[in-house]
């Protein structure tokens, strides 16, 4: 990887606002604008908005379409009703995420997924092997470059959103999408977001991300803080959300990330077998929360011990909504259980731990 | 190194350095803590740049009163949201004062960095060394090198 990295349509605005910029899966994106635990609070009590143009769409559209999506997507697709949104994942034979993504369900011949921006290239590589190897009729159309993601997320988002829509703006339910405008400009509002909050993810086309970005900003004022990867990552954290290339992997598979609910066995997806009998089994590793004592953060790499180091932790930060160290980590399934107290091998120390219920923050409504 | 720049954006020139303050009255290390002496003992925290780099600072692992540190040698710990990193001592000496406030608001270091955000006090065994260390002009131009590349 010698090239320099990308940038979304966003990135002027973004310097402007004195974002401390940092590369991210090929892309040079807003790590934090001024504070990581004030970002991450404002989209807990008000509203965030994020730029996440560097996620992938990938679109399947013909006769076959669905079919080709429900052999690559763990969850159902047939039940996914036209307008509606998935989480899942794509598997190889053996059980391996190649990627964990959501399907929208466009029509009765067109889906598309939302990918992660550092697997787009493999996910368009297997999704073609499999057309290949199945004959299965549709296009594979990429169309991350010409599309922008914004995510408007927090207590206020919708209001937000509304206040841009003038007044005839559909408002999907949870987990629901629909096209609509804002600021007179075409968009695909998605009621979903990687936040634990309500609110907001806007497709748009990238020439529009910046006259859509300021009029957000604008009916915002004070009351929307832009935000960067950092928050994000700390709310998705809080929330025991996974993320590609630490909570997932190749080498990983959904059973052992606790992930069966989005494995819709008898759909005949790629690595149902696999899975299926992981599930019957029972995992030999599985992902669990940690709630290390103190204040040192344990991260990711660190190990989890017991007598002997029984797995490591693959995410790890200060929460700031739950104003204390977290992390996620696979360990031995037989210390899995929640309640369990382990040590985390901090920088040479020992610092203790115990297994805890996720997500580690709820909101108390 | 040229950006992969996307067709809309032509301005290279958007990359503009962030303006950091670099105290006049201290010293400063290439791990990037300042020193301040007053009297005897010579205050020690981390620079603008440094805290601004970290960002969201959540702990601050701070050494006993009575250490011996040794000049370049690690004395602490700075833990933020995002990463964590070692204090390093700008010179050899006794550690004759911690800020133990900072148990309690570690993001002083962010907000206050030169002031109420300082870690700790040494008394140094040589005065002298302080001298050594960058001037707020090298420090100046040294950021501004790292900043570059």
């Not at chain 1, 915002?220 to 997932?248: C, F, I, K, S, V």
């Not at chain 1, 040192?296 to 909504?321: C, F, K």
Request: proline share 5%; charged share 25%; hydrophobic share 40%.
């Amino acid at each position: 990887m010698t090239d320099a990295p990308r940038r979304t349509p966003l990135y002027a605005r973004h310097i402007d606002a004195g974002a401390r910029m940092a590369e991210f899966a090929g892309y040079d994106m807003p790590l934090v604008y001024s504070s990581i635990i004030a970002e991450h609070r404002a989209v807990r009590s008000s509203a965030g908005l994020f730029d996440v143009s560097h996620m992938g769409e990938v679109r399947l559209r013909g006769p076959q379409a669905l079919e080709l999506a429900q052999r690559l997507f763990t969850n159902d697709v047939a039940a996914t009703p036209i307008g509606g949104v998935r989480y899942g994942l794509l598997c190889l034979e053996d059980g391996g995420v190649v990627d964990d993504v959501t399907l929208y369900r466009c029509g009765d011949e067109e889906v598309f997924f939302c990918v992660n921006a550092a697997n787009i290239e493999t996910d368009l590589a297997w999704m073609r092997e499999v057309q290949q190897k199945t004959g299965l009729r549709c296009d594979i159309i990429d169309e991350s470059e010409q599309t922008a993601l914004l995510a408007l997320q927090g207590p206020t988002a919708l209001k937000l959103a509304e206040a841009l829509g003038r007044g005839h703006m559909p408002v999907p339910r949870r987990w629901r999408f629909a096209e609509s405008e804002l600021a007179g400009l075409p968009v695909l509002l998605s009621r979903t977001g990687y936040t634990g909050e309500d609110g907001y993810e806007i497709y748009a086309r990238a020439e529009h991300a910046l006259r859509l970005w300021d009029a957000l900003r604008e009916v915002g004022g004070d009351a929307l803080q832009p935000a960067g990867l950092g928050a994000r990552d700390t709310l998705r954290t809080e929330m025991a959300y996974p993320l590609y290339g630490h909570e997932l992997e190749r080498g990983l598979n959904p059973v052992e990330a606790g992930l069966e609910r989005f494995l819709a066995f008898g759909r005949g997806f790629i690595g149902e077998d696999a899975l299926q009998r992981a599930h019957a089994s029972g995992p030999a590793q599985r992902l669990v929360g940690l709630l290390p004592e103190g204040r040192q953060v344990a991260r990711s790499g660190y190990p989890i011990l017991a007598e002997d180091r029984i797995g490591t932790i693959t995410s790890g930060t200060y929460g700031p909504s739950v104003e204390r160290p977290i992390a996620l980590g696979y360990l031995a399934a037989r210390y899995a259980a929640v309640g369990t107290r382990l040590e985390v091998g901090v920088r040479g120390r020992k610092v203790p731990c115990e297994v805890t219920q996720t997500p580690f923050f709820s909101r108390k409504s | 190194m040229r950006s992969h720049a996307n067709p809309i954006f032509q301005q290279e020139e958007l990359m503009t350095a962030k303006t950091y303050h670099i105290s006049d009255d201290c010293r400063y290390g290439r791990t990037d803590e300042w020193i301040r002496l007053d009297g005897t003992v010579a205050r020690v925290g981390l620079s603008d740049y440094a805290q601004s780099e970290l960002s969201d600072i959540v702990f601050v692992e701070l050494p006993s009163v009575g250490t011996q540190v040794e000049a370049g040698e690690p004395f602490g710990v700075v833990e933020s949201v995002k990463a964590v990193s070692d204090l390093f001592a700008p010179v050899s000496g006794e550690i004759v004062e911690v800020h133990e406030n900072l148990e309690e608001h570690p993001e002083w270091v962010n907000e206050d960095p030169y002031g109420r955000g300082w870690i700790i006090g040494i008394a140094p065994e040589d005065l002298d060394a302080i001298d050594g260390l960058l001037t707020p002009e090298d420090y100046r131009a040294y950021i501004k090198e790292r900043s570059e590349k």
